[in-house]
């Protein structure tokens, strides 16, 4: 059982940074891909980000592509997002996720998560 745990998030304004990191404890997490996914308020949990195992090759949402940067420690158990240019549509609840195969586009993919880190973007 691999447990997760989101930091990082905050209240910036639009244009500002933000990095999100997710540790990873209770397994080995070197052998997961991981993503990133955002739930705002109303709306579907939607994919942002993903990475394999090894580190490459990564993948992005259209709507964060050129804006945010998916990245792994494998030696340090942690996934990060490095995020930039934030604008308002990228307030969400921000989760990281575990994954073993598949698409990792899809929700179903993943079959660990961690509980969430909250990010406000103000215009």
């Known amino acids: 059982q691999v447990q997760l745990v989101e930091a990082g998030g905050g209240l910036v304004q639009a244009g500002d940074s933000l990095r999100l990191s997710c540790a990873a404890s209770g397994g080995a997490s070197s052998m997961y891909h991981m993503g990133w996914f955002r739930q705002a308020p109303g709306k579907e949990r939607e994919f942002v980000a993903a990475i394999m195992r090894s580190g490459y090759p990564t993948f992005y949402a259209d709507s964060v592509k050129g804006r945010f940067t998916i990245s792994r420690d494998n030696a340090e158990s942690t996934v990060y997002l490095q995020m930039n240019s934030l604008k308002p549509e990228d307030t969400a609840v921000y989760y990281c996720?575990?994954?073993?195969?598949?698409?990792?586009?899809?929700?179903?993919?993943?079959?660990?998560w961690g509980q969430g880190t909250q990010v406000t973007v103000s215009s």
């Open positions: 996720a575990a994954s073993t195969r598949g698409n990792l586009f899809t929700r179903t993919a993943y079959i660990y």
